[in-house]
């Protein structure tokens, strides 16, 4: 048995890693010898408390963080299985409308990732568009210009050399 328990294989069964065929014969072993029970049950304490010393502590609001979450994820799904209730305001005097209940609202999550922005603001983008392309068309043509400028100005002061000579 001594052998059998020094093999290592209770350390591969406990680990996960053992094959169905070590798992069949340790089940054997365990359920004929005590020693080799004993010995799982020491072993399985052992990885136990190494685990535990080897764990690292979560930061601090955690566990709060979470039930938060719960909490949240728990009351969205009674509002989900709650009927909602479609109200108009109620005018107060004067026909002035008050402020509306907050069961009035349904919390919505948005999947879209675009983004909305208003109308106006197209026409800001457009104008936007057409004047950069309409920069771009300035740039190219004036860098033209340039470069058949010093083309030009290469060409006079051969001619000007030429004419000193």
Not at 52 to 58: L, T, V
Request: proline residues 4%.
């Amino acid at each position: 048995m001594k052998d059998y328990i020094d093999s290592g294989a209770l350390e591969v069964f406990v680990m996960g890693c053992a094959t169905d065929e070590e798992v069949e014969e340790l089940l054997y072993m365990k359920a004929k010898y005590p020693e080799v029970n004993e010995a799982l049950k020491q072993l399985e304490a052992d990885m136990e408390k190494m685990a535990q010393n080897a764990a690292i502590a979560p930061p601090p609001r955690t566990w709060d963080k979470i039930e938060d979450e719960i909490n949240s994820l728990i009351l969205t799904e009674e509002r989900l299985n709650k009927p909602v209730q479609f109200r108009a305001y109620d005018t107060g005097y004067g026909g002035q409308p008050k402020t509306p209940a907050a069961d009035q609202y349904i919390e919505v999550e948005g999947a879209s990732s675009h983004m909305r922005l208003h109308k106006a603001w197209r026409y800001v983008f457009a104008a936007v568009f057409i004047l950069g392309k309409i920069f771009l068309g300035f740039a190219i043509y004036f860098y033209l210009e340039n470069r058949q400028a010093q083309e030009q100005i290469k060409e006079l002061k051969t001619e000007i050399k030429e004419l000193r000579r």
